[in-house]
């Protein structure tokens, strides 16, 4: 049996990559997947609805993974930004839009907790992936998966986890995981105004741990990007841990 053990700070990007593993090596019945659930239950709970660009985005490109992901998220086919004015009473000029035909999309909103739900709901299901949510209060000797044998992915980098740094994603009109009537919801962050600043540096110890020295900025933790840029460099590192025998055509 194989095990492949997700420790990642960012709970919302251990599961977008423990499904893109999942869905690569579909075919390996005797793969397991466990996902160590580091992220406390409050600062899961607060979250803004989030936006990303699909435009020049090659990761989202139409595949198995990424088609079953999107169905969990709200797909646009037009993107407006405008800024924010410091006085309500003056009015906001539009400084980008984007309009395409409608079989396309040009953008996508998610918000991350509606999202994790419904993969975790999906991953359960298939009897392969297990959850560990590590005790608080506690105090362990050492990580949970230093006595598991398998293929680890750990980060490096802790997430900071400051309310004057996050302020912009604390922000009570952007927190909620509902939206009134069907409607769409009335402030998003989005993503990509900042996404420039992220980085991935990926190295591997033992021949089986993979370890992720990643953007500490708060926003990536919820940014989908970012996480499916993960998952193309650990599915790569995978396919080198386990050898030529699982095959590279299924890469995202």
């Known amino acids: 049996m194989t095990n ?17 593993i999942y869905f690569k090596y579909l075919h390996l019945r005797n793969l397991k997947i466990m996902i160590i659930e580091n992220e406390i239950s409050q ?10 660009s699909t435009l020049n985005n090659f990761k989202l490109s139409n595949q198995d993974f990424i088609n079953y992901l999107i169905q969990f998220t709200i797909t646009l086919g037009s993107i407006s930004i405008r800024p924010v004015s410091p006085n309500p009473d003056t009015p906001i000029k539009e400084i980008m839009n984007t309009t395409i035909d409608s079989r396309n999309y040009v953008g996508l909103l998610y918000h991350p907790i509606d999202l994790m739900n419904k993969i975790r709901f999906a991953m359960f299901r298939s009897g392969r992936v297990s959850f560990v949510s590590p005790n608080v209060n506690f105090n362990q000797p050492g990580p949970l998966h230093q006595n598991l044998s398998g293929i680890r992915v750990v980060t490096t980098t802790a997430m900071r986890n400051s309310h004057n740094i996050n302020s912009f994603i604390y922000h009570s009109n952007m927190i909620g995981t509902r939206c009134r009537n069907g409607n769409l919801p009335s402030q998003i962050l989005w ?23 990643l953007s500490i900025e708060p926003y990536a933790y919820i940014d989908l990007s970012y996480a499916l840029k993960q998952c193309d460099m650990i599915l790569d590192t995978i396919d080198k841990l386990m050898g030529s025998s699982i095959p590279l055509s299924n890469r995202l």
Do not use: E
């Open 4 to 20: 492949i053990i997700i420790d990642h700070q960012s709970t919302f990007t251990a599961y977008i990559l423990a499904l893109s």
């Open 43 to 52: 600062s899961l709970d607060t979250k803004p609805w989030c936006g990303i």
């Open 191 to 213: 993503l990509p105004k900042f996404s420039s600043d992220n980085h991935i540096n990926c190295t591997t110890t033992n021949n089986s741990q993979i370890m992720l020295d």
